[in-house]
Every structure is written in structure tokens, then in C-alpha cells.
């Protein structure tokens, strides 16, 4: 072997270590392959607040109102007995079990469509449904909902209503404040 054959195969060796030196070093900065990371659901700003619910994060088996829920103000030839009905009321039955009832929109012969959100309650797994429901007097009793439950609730005052969730032969009660 010659002195610079000796030289060559030294610095082609360097070389090709500085390559993949620099290879990996590239690679440790590139972009991570996959998808991005998941950004929040929503900000914790625009969820309006709970009175008398814990606002921290949200716990296994609560509540939940799709996001995408809209209140659609009452007309104005709606009575005002019937138009305080109207919007978004959350609350604990026995205490325990978050529930919300969302009323979506109200006619002014007192039909209204709802969606009412539930958290883990008896053996009954957190859920959704829509439904419809009748204004009489100071009461509005909803249709079953889907998964058997029977709802009502009476206006106390303009902020809060008096709920009562049956399911099953199980009677939850509870108090619902206007958000």
C-alpha cells in the first residue's frame, strides 16, 4: 500500500462518518412523521361557566352538550312565561349526577325542542338526545327521550328550574340554573 493510499481510505472514512454525522444530525431536527399533535377541543374561555359545578377539568361520567348546540331566541309573539325557558341550564341531580337540557327553540303555543345532556346516572352511561316537549303553565315536560327517560322541569324563578329525570323506576331530582 502506498503512504497516500494510506491517506485516502483515512479521509474517505472521515468523510463518510461526517456524512452520516451530518445525516442524523438533520434527521434529530426534521419535522416528527405522523400526524400533528391534537389541539384542545375547546378553550376553557368559551365554556360557560357552571354555578354550583366544579369548573375544573371535566370529570369520567360527566355531562357533556355537543358544542354545536344553538338556542334560537324566541319570537316575539312567544309568551314571556314560556320565552324564560329558553337557553342552556345545567345541574346535579341528587346532588351527584350532572345533567343539562338545552331549549332549542320555543313556538308560541308552547311546543319546544330540546337536546339534554346526562352524565353517568344509575346504570345509565353518559349521553345525548334531542327531543321535543310542551310548556304548560310553569312546567315543561319533554317526550321520552330515546333511552326511556321521562323529564320535566317547573320554573322556580327566571334562573332556575326544578328538574325531575325518571329512568327506569329511578326518580332523580334536582335543581337546573340558567347559564
Aim: charge should be neutral.
Amino acid at each position: 500500500m502506498r503512504p497516500t493510499d494510506s491517506f485516502d481510505v483515512e479521509n474517505s472514512m472521515r468523510n463518510m462518518m461526517l456524512g452520516f454525522a451530518a445525516i442524523a444530525l438533520v434527521a434529530c431536527q426534521s419535522a416528527p412523521a405522523g400526524p400533528p399533535p391534537a389541539e384542545p377541543a375547546s378553550d376553557p374561555a368559551t365554556v360557560p361557566p357552571q354555578p354550583g359545578l366544579v369548573p375544573a377539568a371535566v370529570a369520567p361520567g360527566s355531562a357533556i352538550m355537543d358544542q354545536s348546540v344553538t338556542i334560537t331566541p324566541p319570537a316575539p309573539r312567544v309568551p314571556k312565561k314560556y320565552a324564560a325557558f329558553s337557553g342552556v341550564w345545567a345541574g346535579r341531580l341528587q346532588g351527584t349526577y350532572d345533567a343539562e337540557v338545552a331549549v332549542q327553540t320555543i313556538s308560541a303555543n308552547g311546543n319546544v325542542t330540546v337536546t339534554v345532556a346526562w352524565g353517568k346516572l344509575g346504570d345509565n352511561n353518559p349521553g345525548e338526545a334531542a327531543g321535543t316537549g310542551r310548556i304548560s303553565g310553569t312546567t315543561l315536560k319533554l317526550a321520552r327521550l330515546p333511552n326511556g327517560a321521562d323529564i320535566s322541569f317547573t320554573m322556580l324563578s327566571e334562573r332556575t328550574l326544578a328538574g325531575t329525570y325518571t329512568l327506569a323506576g329511578q326518580v332523580y331530582t334536582g335543581d337546573f340554573i340558567k347559564q
